[in-house]
């Protein structure tokens, strides 16, 4: 006899032990597969657990991934000077090129690029972190090194990761604008309610990082003008508010070309006369007359408060609010957080507006929903040709149950929400699994047709494709687990995508077996004696040519089907 290698003893004990779990689960469905109330029981304890986790199971959009860069958000007091606001971002700027796996910082005064707001009290530092494969640490975990270093700093600073769609909005988590709708337009009480309104969201669990730069606390000059005053000096309020415009701000005259070179013109009142807000009143403008009538004689400045900026969105006055969802939550979970917190808390009057991602992510209704079901009737429509009846695919459509249970039990046990990425996972499911239902489906319809019972057929069916199903579902699950424990860019999509597709495939396969030959035993047995045509013949004239072999044969046949058609009438001659 031929001397046995190690391979070839591992194959034949790993075939003999396949042999003893075929058996066994030949015998299992035995059991089971004639009693409808165990295949009725699987699916409705599957169905309601699908329900279950799915209320659980946080809602997502378009998953953020560590891209390498994180935006530092400065904001000082209103009032604050530029040079202030300087020296606290240098300082933030030391602090972060301390923390391991930062790369460069660049700091920036007088700007900060999450609300593009302008401001002597405005900030940004762009921190760029090392290449994945160079730094140990994720940008999460850098974010929570710099806000514990640089809690001291008399700033508010808050740190935003890039968009995760670059240009569709100015950074991660969420972005939504505060609206005032009323009639009347008052900043000092839009400051109050903007205020009011992130402090009762500060109040959600779901909520963190929240920063909105509007403020109406700016030191300001206002100008009071006295119209009777005015008048009577016969100087019209329209020059008058031009021509300080132009004293003071500056305006384009003209240019000319002189040494080859062109140079502009510009009228404005010389430094020593504009150097304090007061210098204002000793200023001139020209009245009816022609008569120099000086400021002062009508008009007065008082210091006051008010806005650095007013930002209109849809022409209604607003404030942007920006922050990210804490830890453990979506970003769908913050944006019904929010909901929730300003349907209660605004007053009447103001509303809120979403942008960037938030803006689609809050609009989007079931289309994910919709796209699962034009799916599933696509599905059914071809299976429904191949097997010429409407019955029997409702056995292969079912079967997909435990793979959506398994897909967002997976989801959820890995701390991973239900977005764009699980969804296409689970679409997948739809081929992966309604492939291994059709091996033994379409299996025991050969069997059945070939005279065997119903019951027999499905158990047969089932034994017939035990292997292979398992052979190449756990082969595709063997290739998703890198996917799983992906690290380094991308790696939260490979994570939700792998998970969902495991999770599917590992419930669906193991429990699909078991299901597939029970549903095609409750369906088959419907179909049983059914046609979608009267007279109808189990066997395609082209397969019965085939396996006869046979011109005559082949005649006969479509002899037989032309009387059949005269009969019925269905031919005239």
């Known amino acids: 006899p031929k001397r046995k290698t190690p391979v070839n003893i591992f194959i034949d004990w790993f075939n003999k032990g396949f042999n003893r779990t075929t058996n066994g689960y030949t015998k299992f469905l035995h059991l089971i597969i004639n009693r409808k109330v165990v295949t009725y029981g699987i699916l409705l304890v599957f169905g309601f657990a699908i329900v279950g986790v799915n209320k659980i199971l946080p809602a997502g959009f378009i998953p953020n991934e560590d891209q390498g860069q994180i935006y530092a958000i400065i904001q000082t007091p209103p009032g604050t000077t530029l040079e202030r606001t300087n020296e606290i971002s240098r300082k933030l700027q030391l602090l972060a090129k301390q923390v391991e796996g930062v790369s460069s910082?660049?700091?920036?005064?007088?700007?900060?690029?999450?609300?593009?707001?302008?401001?002597?009290?405005?900030?940004?530092?762009?921190?760029?972190?090392?290449?994945?494969?160079?730094?140990?640490?994720?940008?999460?975990?850098?974010?929570?090194?710099?806000?514990?270093?640089?809690?001291?700093?008399?700033?508010?600073?808050?740190?935003?990761?890039?968009?995760?769609?670059?240009?569709?909005?100015?950074?991660?988590?969420?972005?939504?604008?505060?609206?005032?709708?009323?009639?009347?337009?008052?900043?000092?009480?839009?400051?109050?309610?903007n205020a009011d309104f992130v402090e009762e969201l500060k109040k959600r669990k779901e909520l963190t990082g929240l920063f909105s730069f509007y403020s109406a606390k700016y030191p300001q000059y206002e100008i009071l003008i006295d119209n009777n005053l005015a008048m009577q000096k016969g100087v019209s309020?329209?020059?008058?508010?031009?021509?300080?415009?132009?004293?003071?701000?500056?305006?384009?005259?003209?240019?000319?070309?002189?040494?080859?070179?062109?140079?502009?013109?510009?009228?404005?009142?010389?430094?020593?006369?504009?150097?304090?807000?007061?210098?204002?009143?000793?200023?001139?403008?020209?009245?009816?007359?022609?008569?120099?009538?000086p400021y002062s004689a009508f008009m007065k400045i008082k210091k006051t408060q008010g806005p650095n900026e007013i930002a209109r969105y849809n022409l209604y006055t607003s404030s942007l609010i920006n922050g990210t969802p804490a830890k453990g939550y979506s970003s769908g979970d913050a944006i019904n957080a929010i909901k929730e917190v300003a349907a209660q808390k605004l007053p009447r009057g103001y509303d809120i507006a979403w942008e960037g991602l938030s803006y689609d992510e809050a609009r989007r209704g079931n289309e994910a929903l919709y796209i699962f079901l034009v799916v599933i009737f696509f599905v059914y429509l071809i299976l429904s040709a191949q097997y010429e009846s409407f019955i029997l695919p409702l056995a292969v459509i079912l079967s997909i149950v435990p793979g959506i249970f398994g897909s967002l039990m997976f989801l959820k046990a890995m701390g991973l929400g239900n977005d764009v990425y699980a969804q296409v996972g689970i679409i997948m499911l739809v081929g992966l699994l309604g492939k291994n239902a059709v091996l033994i489906v379409e299996f025991a319809v050969q069997k059945h047709n070939q005279g065997m019972s119903v019951l027999k057929a499905a158990i047969e069916g089932a034994r017939a494709?035990?292997?292979?199903?398992?052979?190449?579902?756990?082969?595709?699950?063997?290739?998703?687990?890198?996917?799983?424990?992906?690290?380094?860019?991308?790696?939260?999509?490979?994570h939700t995508i792998g998970a969902s597709a495991l999770g599917g495939m590992l419930f669906g396969t193991i429990f699909g077996v078991i299901l597939v030959p029970g549903l095609y035993y409750i369906f088959g047995t419907l179909q049983e004696g059914r046609h979608l045509i009267k007279g109808e013949d189990e066997v395609p004239l082209s397969e019965d040519y085939v396996e006869s072999h046979s011109d005559a044969a082949l005649s006969k046949r479509i002899q037989s089907i032309i009387n059949m058609m005269k009969q019925n009438k269905l031919l005239y001659v």
Not at 472 to 491: E, K, N, Q, R
Request: proline residues 5%.
């Open 465 to 494: 494709r035990f292997r292979p199903i398992l052979m190449t579902s756990f082969a595709f699950i063997a290739g998703l687990i890198p996917l799983v424990i992906a690290t380094g860019p991308g790696a939260v999509g490979n």
């Open 105 to 193: 910082v660049t700091s920036l005064a007088g700007y900060e690029i999450l609300t593009e707001g302008r401001g002597s009290n405005a900030g940004t530092c762009l921190i760029n972190l090392k290449d994945w494969s160079d730094r140990k640490h994720s940008v999460k975990e850098v974010i929570k090194e710099l806000e514990e270093k640089c809690k001291d700093l008399p700033a508010n600073i808050e740190y935003f990761e890039p968009p995760a769609v670059p240009g569709y909005g100015t950074s991660d988590g969420f972005s939504l604008r505060l609206l005032d709708k009323s009639s009347d337009v008052d900043y000092q009480e839009f400051d109050k309610i």
């Open 237 to 293: 309020l329209g020059a008058a508010m031009e021509n300080l415009n132009i004293m003071v701000g500056s305006t384009y005259e003209q240019g000319f070309i002189r040494f080859n070179n062109f140079y502009k013109v510009y009228t404005q009142a010389g430094p020593e006369f504009r150097k304090q807000p007061s210098d204002i009143l000793n200023m001139f403008v020209k009245n009816d007359h022609g008569e120099m009538v």
